[in-house]
Nanobody, 124 residues
Framework: VQLQASGGGLVQPGGSLRLSCAASGFRLGYYAIGWFRQAPGKEREAVSCVDKTDDTIIYAGSVKGRFTISRDRVRNAAYLQMNGLEPEDTAIYYC??????????????????WGQGTLVTVSS
């Protein structure tokens, strides 16, 4: 059972990146998915989540309108499309899976399987 986050990199302010979260050993479709980030010297914060059925999607206020969470059930992967990136978005980004019931939650303790993180740096 493993999650692999990828797609991070260096991008200029205003640019875009798409992060991917690939699952192995289990089907992502049975679980809620969350994206979190942790900037240097700061606590981990929730960015977005989607429930098992894709009916409930939540975004942190700081990314609403710029980021989009999605999943591909055929590819067994999830994505975080990030547009209009700002220096404040610089962080290590993590994907995680949570229970298939109870919608999705924007706190890390609700999630039990985590990927290793991918670094996003927004700088000119």
């Amino acid at each position: 059972v493993q999650l692999q986050a990828s797609g991070g990199g260096l991008v200029q302010p205003g640019g875009s990146l798409r992060l991917s979260c690939a699952a192995s050993g289990f089907r992502l479709g049975y679980y809620a998915i969350g994206w979190f980030r942790q900037a240097p010297g700061k606590e981990r914060e929730a960015v977005s989540c989607v429930d098992k059925t894709d009916d409930t999607i939540i975004y942190a206020g700081s990314v609403k309108g710029r980021f989009t969470i999605s999943r591909d059930r055929v590819r067994n992967a999830a994505y975080l499309q990030m547009n209009g990136l700002e220096p404040e978005d610089t962080a290590i980004y993590y994907c995680a899976t949570g229970p298939g019931v109870g919608g999705c939650q924007m706190y890390s303790r609700w999630y039990d399987t985590w990927g290793q993180g991918t670094l996003v740096t927004v700088s000119s």
